[in-house]
């Protein structure tokens, strides 16, 4: 085996190497499209990549960076096919697939040389052999390290910077690892096959390790932004709480020195002959039903639902509630305040957009069964919402921004051991949640 045949590694290598790197990426993430599919796309983009690269094996210097950018795209269109991707996300894990597939093929074939000049192993059982059991250990460990990025953060989302940052790793990383073998007289090039072969291993492994450092310090930036944007939505929720129950107070003082006034005038109308008192005996009447309004047994979720029933009395929707707040004595004021104010807040962002009044409809309902309470909001919603793991997922443009309101949510119901789910039948939006009475 001379020089030129060990520099060429053969294209099958990559082929295999960047088609399990795409399987790797594709099945450790959310998916788009089911098995069948998905075992569809991957036998295509496998039958592509060694077609090509078995065509273009051996291919002039002139041809290698165009035939490496067809190679770039094959392995992002089958990731942004097969993934529920932005098209920045799809681009960031193209080039971890891409980097991945170049050491383990590298690798794979340093391996092999190494074993049939060292060790006297060779036929094709052999290549083949060693080819199964490098690739099973490269891959599995390659799938456990992508699994383990996916803890604590269900999804990342990428920003142009951080895409470019690592598109710059990769081709350094690429450039590097590939000057043996388009210059092996150069100044940074290896004078014989084995340097060449570590080379261009290091250098790739390198590229991954640089790869995944840089995409656990993306994750713990967006988990820490994440949180901080969690905390900062619940102290909002609770100071509209403080704020509200100041205002009802008021008011609730303001109508006590009412009632008593009223009570006066009625008794020196009584006193005075031929005066009418069924005025005031009205406005008696309504003092009442304000009185009795809006007492649930929880005087934090009296003060929410004060509050946004009075939005909603703006908006022109209508809210309804059968409430059991005293079930929910458990719970922490601030974490009652957040749950029932981000819920709230959701439906009423939805009924608003309906255009027929009578649709503008909202369902509380918070009841306690045995050792459970069962939390549940409805509204009217002719909207077509996507779902993803039982949970909503938000439809504005800029999806790092929003849908932090659900994330409160479900953040504060696993804090107690809880369950959420929420579903849309017959264009009613509902969301279930179920909490254990006792902690």
Known sequence: MNTTEVLNTPGYYYAIAYALSVLVITCTNER?????????????????????????DGVRRELFLPSMVVIVGLILGGIYICNDFSPREAGFYCVKAFINGEFAASLCWQIYYYMTNARGMHGEFWRWAELIVVYAVIFTILALIELSLK?????????????????????????????????QDGLFSGSFVMDIFIIRTLVDLSGIAVLYAYH????????????????NI???????????????????????????????LKTQ??????????????????????????KTGNPILDAVLTNKALLCQNKEIELKFIVDGGALSFMEDMDVSALFGNMLDNAIESAQKQQEKQKRLIWLYVTREKQFVRIRTENYCDEKIQFKNGMPVTTKKDR???????????????????????????????????LPAAM
């Open 151 to 183: 803890k604590d953060l269900e999804e990342i989302h990428i920003t142009r910077r951080e895409l470019l940052v690592v598109i710059i790793i990769a081709t350094s990383v690429f450039a590097m690892s590939n000057l043996s073998y388009l210059d």
């Open 216 to 231: 656990v310090q993306v994750k713990e930036i967006q988990i820490r932004f994440e949180k901080d944007t969690l905390r």
């Open 32 to 56: 788009k499209i089911g098995r069948w599919k998905l075992a569809a796309v991957s036998c295509v983009q496998f039958a592509l990549l060694l077609f090509f690269m078995t065509a273009t």
């Open 400 to 434: 790092r921004l929003h849908g932090y309101g659900m994330k409160s949510i479900k953040s504060t119901v696993e804090k107690y051991n809880g369950s959420v789910v929420a579903a849309q039948e017959n264009n009613w939006f509902e969301l279930k949640i179920l």
């Open 234 to 264: 619940m102290e909002m929720q609770y100071k509209n709480y403080q704020l509200s129950k100041e205002n009802i107070d008021m008011v609730n003082q303001k109508y006590h020195d009412l009632k008593h006034q009223i009570n006066l």
């Open 269 to 294: 109308s009584y006193a005075q002959a031929g005066k009418s008192t069924s005025y005031l005996e009205k406005m008696e009447r309504e003092i009442r039903v304000y009185e009795t309004q809006n």
